[in-house]
């Protein structure tokens, strides 16, 4: 495939390009804080400072959709998607959401965080938990999908 620098650009904007690169090299070993500073310069919104441990996964489509609180801690294998597959349409139509995850919220080891939530300040998600629905403040949700378990101390 012979492929001029132009139509490279075309198919891979260097904005895009950007924010793979930021998002791989979050992936290498490093101190949780600096993982977060690199997925900041991808587009994922940070406030304040966040733990955020390897092997975390945010999609690289909509970055910039993701919204992340002061002091969360969010551990490894943790995904977050932010697209999803609309079946109300023939074909593959994908629909953008955001993910906000507010202030001081806990998310437990390989939890998937589907598209269109938001996680309450204070909240708790188990390991292995899906999330698809919004979940309040000061509860603690887990399995798959995600369902309350109880509430905990504000």
């Not at 955001?98 to 390989?110: Q, R, S, Y």
Request: glycine share 12%.
């Amino acid at each position: 495939m012979n492929m001029t620098l132009k139509h490279f650009f075309e198919v891979y904007p260097p904005k895009r390009m950007w924010r793979k690169m930021w998002i791989g090299l979050a992936d290498l070993p490093m101190m949780p804080q600096h993982r977060a500073k690199c997925l900041k310069m991808a587009g994922v919104n940070i406030k304040g400072r966040a733990m955020i441990y390897g092997g975390v996964g945010v999609d690289t489509v909509y970055p910039d959709s993701i919204y992340i609180g002061k002091g969360v801690r969010i551990t490894a294998g943790t995904k977050i998607l932010t697209h999803y597959l609309d079946p109300s349409q023939p074909g593959v139509h994908f629909r953008r959401g955001e993910v906000h995850i507010e202030d001081d919220v806990f998310i437990g080891l390989n939890v998937c965080i589907c598209s269109s939530v938001t996680i309450g300040k204070g909240a708790i998600i188990g390991a292995g938990s899906v999330v698809t629905k919004d979940i309040p403040p000061y509860q603690v949700w887990a399995g798959n999908p995600a369902r309350y378990i109880k509430d905990r101390a504000k």
